[in-house]
């Protein structure tokens, strides 16, 4: 049986199994032990392609009214694991060094062409299944901000354990599991088989019109389109500040502790979005991203209270998300692409710079802030915009 319960599950499953795959194939062929050079511009390519086209792949598939995504990107994300799997038999990691050299241990660039290939699938068809998946948690939502939430949070725990298992366990990066590339493809195949038994598609979908959280035209700027495309600027502001200021949160501890920010992040992106259903969206996303500022400067040293803040400044996620889609009615697929290029826009200044401890410890506290600050002056305050009784 199909329904919106069933549909969230299986791209909620193969969000997870998704970014598993992608950063396994990242790390299995460019490990922290190898080429340092070599790891970066992968990490930079793929997050480049996989979030900078969601924005034009979303746009696209509102246009269609129909959805291949899903199924292309795992296709892509299949043959990437494949040419990893290659990659594994001729030549092992690859260094940015056998891209001008043109050899590798005597394979010639076989091993280099197959690895920056299959990075490039790997991005591809993490940038078709994000849209899908997106487009499916706003148009099925009847209202409900938590769908958001629930269908973002999972891919936190799929990118962590992707780390754990991408290095080779004789390649001495990391704790390297020695995982076989199987496990990445049945994971893939498992997504696959569960979006094409799971999704479901009602009349919202073939109208690609999620619902109107904030309710009225008049909240989306319709009657007035330069505050329309303030408001758009201001969310487009929040995520890029939110993305900058992840990328400065201090975690000492974070070697012996791995899994704990992916599961504080995790558990903050759905909790958001239960809380914005409960509460309103205004209070679910600014008073958290204010109370994680003492947490992060005064805790950050401190596993539990640092998760705790890692949890707070999450949950504005899929207001923001929801915000977007409601500023851009009927766009669903383009909302999500755009938020997602807000983090891309935020992430990349940490490609090309690292920031002390003490400088990062001043100046979180004003980027959370400032992101609070354009989340309330975007999302209408009052009310409990998430409860929307669906049709």
Same mark, same amino acid.
């Given at each position: ?13 193969? #969000? ?35 979030? /900078? ?38 030549? =092992? ?31 591809? =068809?993490?940038?078709?299944? #994000? ?12 209202? #409900? ?69 904030? /309710? ?11 505050? #329309? ?30 899994? &704990? ?13 239960? &809380? ?44 923001? &998300? ?18 997602? &290029? ?50």
């Amino acid at each position: 049986m199909r329904n919106r319960n069933t549909s969230l599950f299986a791209y909620t499953l193969s #969000h997870f199994c998704v970014d598993f795959g992608c950063i396994f194939i990242l790390y299995r062929l460019f490990p922290a032990g190898g080429a340092p050079e070599g790891q970066w511009l992968a990490f930079f390519v793929y997050c480049v392609i996989a979030f /900078g086209l969601q924005a034009p792949f979303g746009d696209f598939l509102d246009k269609r009214g129909k959805e291949p995504g899903a199924l292309v990107g795992f296709l892509l994300i299949a043959f990437g694991i494949a040419l990893c799997a290659a990659v594994s038999v001729l030549g =092992g990691s690859v260094s940015l060094a056998v891209i001008g050299a043109g050899a590798a241990g005597g394979f010639g660039g076989v091993p280099s062409v197959f690895a920056w290939t299959a990075v490039c699938l790997a991005a591809l =068809g993490n940038a078709l299944f #994000h849209v899908e998946g997106g487009i499916d948690s706003l148009v099925n939502a009847g209202g #409900h901000m938590s769908r958001s939430g629930v269908f973002v949070c999972s891919g936190a725990m799929g990118v962590a354990l992707g780390a754990l298992a991408g290095p080779r366990a004789e390649t001495g990066a990391g704790d390297g599991a020695g995982v076989s590339e199987a496990l990445p493809l049945l994971l893939i195949a498992v997504s696959a088989v569960s979006v094409l038994l799971f999704k479901y598609r009602g009349r919202e979908f073939k109208k690609s019109s999620p619902p109107a959280w904030f /309710g009225t035209d008049a909240a989306c700027g319709t009657d007035a389109k330069g505050r #329309h495309g303030f408001a758009l600027l201001l969310l487009f502001a929040a995520v890029i500040i939110r993305a900058f200021g992840g990328g400065l949160i201090q975690m000492p501890w974070k070697p012996e502790y791995i899994l &704990l920010p992916a599961a504080a992040a995790c558990a903050g992106k759905a909790a958001g979005g239960f &809380l914005a259903d409960g509460f309103g969206a205004r209070r679910a996303a600014c008073i958290p991203l204010l109370v994680c500022i003492p947490l992060f400067c005064f805790g950050y040293s401190v596993p539990p209270l640092c998760a705790a803040g890692v949890f707070l400044f999450n949950m504005a996620m899929p207001v923001t &998300l929801c915000a977007f889609s409601d500023r851009l009615r009927g766009h669903p697929g383009l909302a999500f692409g755009t938020a997602s &290029l807000a983090l891309l826009v935020g992430t990349v200044p940490h490609y090309f710079m690292q920031m002390g401890q003490g400088a990062a410890l001043a100046v979180l506290p004003a980027l959370c802030a400032a992101a609070a600050a354009a989340i309330f002056t975007v999302v209408p305050g009052g009310g409990k915009p998430g409860l929307k009784k669906e049709e």
